[in-house]
């Protein structure tokens, strides 16, 4: 069974800072795609990035990477530069066939 | 802009209602699904739909059920509200295809009262 594991609840940051979220994931199949999402207080969840899992090369979308090592399953996001904005639950998930798995979230608290 | 849109920010229903949420999106997309989200349980999925009238039960579809009469809408009923379903139900849909994440609705927080 696919598993994703988001071993933090909750992390913080100061403004300007980088910080990074952890992820790590269970499958024993070799195409699947992995996200990052965002889901700020206002509660609906946005697509931050994503990582195919044939594409070694870590995804980028301006502040916000991944590092993706496929052979120890993990998936991190690294925020850099924090800005007040990004304050919010981020959310890790697999996508197998058309199902996706999500992990429990991390709450991130950016401190000015 | 595309959208996936739930009817409802905020519903108080009493025990024993009968509840219908709803979820539309404008994307043409296949797939259509329901969760609910509990702090510290993340996203549980409910139910899920891969075309018009199909339906699949996803981890917790107990005290729920589904309709998909139409491509672009996906329903949840809750057919007998209990204070246990008290909670933020999020829909999202998706296009086949593993490169393809999810669009989410703003959700929805059922409170039984």
Known sequence: AQTVTQSQPEMSVQEAETVTLSCTYDTSESDYYLFWYKQPPSRQMILVIRQEAYKQQNATENRFSVNFQKAAKSFSLKISDSQLGDAAMYFCAYRSGNQFYFGTGTSLTVIP | ?113
């Open chain 2, 1 to 113: 802009d595309v959208k996936v849109t739930q009817s409802s920010r905020y519903l108080v229903k009493r025990t024993g209602e009968k509840v219908f949420l709803e979820c539309v999106q404008d994307m043409d997309h296949e797939n259509m699904f329901w969760y609910r989200q509990d702090p510290g349980l993340g996203l549980r999925l409910i139910y899920f739909s891969y075309d018009v009238k199909m339906k699949e039960k996803g981890d917790i579809p107990e005290g729920y059920s589904v309709s998909r009469e139409k491509k672009e809408r996906f329903s949840l009923i809750l057919e007998s509200a209990s204070t246990n379903q008290t909670s933020m139900y999020l829909c999202a849909s998706t296009f086949s295809g593993l490169n393809y994440g999810y669009t989410f609705g703003s959700g929805t927080r059922l409170t039984v009262v």
